[in-house]
């Protein structure tokens, strides 16, 4: 986010100085023929500039703090470091999250698969992401909030990582958030 952070207030503040930086640091990443060249940080800019920049990230952790998401604890490593986040899981809440705040028709799984994420990491061990463990993850989000008070419970699962046992039931189609869709009689991902 760096990139994006100095290109954003260089441009606002025309500060050639910034702009320099925030294009050195996407040639440092973005181009293939770099030594620190990472397809993830390409894939990461690519989603930034589809879906609306600092207003979808924002979504995004807005999510994620209202339902009192802890990386470390659906990711069930208590050595998780940001820069130590080698869980399938956890991919797997990032990804469903990402895919509700960008309102996408459907999930982020194939394009994060198609990046590199769960093989491309050499020093541990690959792992395949599951698109029904990203549909169980948001469709649970949709269910705790249309059922409002009667999803505590299943809130509390879903922030220990427990989605498989998340889903609340009740709501209605007014109680459904935005980032979800009514569909035969529940309120699920769009997708």
Known sequence: MDEQVMRYIGNVQKNQTLKDAA????????HPDQKSYDRQVVMFDNLFNQFDGFDGLSRFFRLVDD???RWPVVGQDPNFSGDDNHSEQLSEYVIAYLSLAFAT??????????YGVGTDDKKIPPYKLDPAAVKA????????HAAAAAGRPQLQKLQQGDYRHALASGGTSRSCPNECAW????CVAKW
């Open 67 to 69: 339902d009192g998401i």
């Open 105 to 114: 028709k459907k999930d982020l799984t194939p394009v994060f698969v198609e």
């Open 183 to 186: 569909t035969n009689d529940r």
């Open 23 to 30: 294009e050195a640091q996407h040639v440092r990443f973005a």
């Open 137 to 144: 993850i948001a469709d649970a989000h949709c269910a705790i």
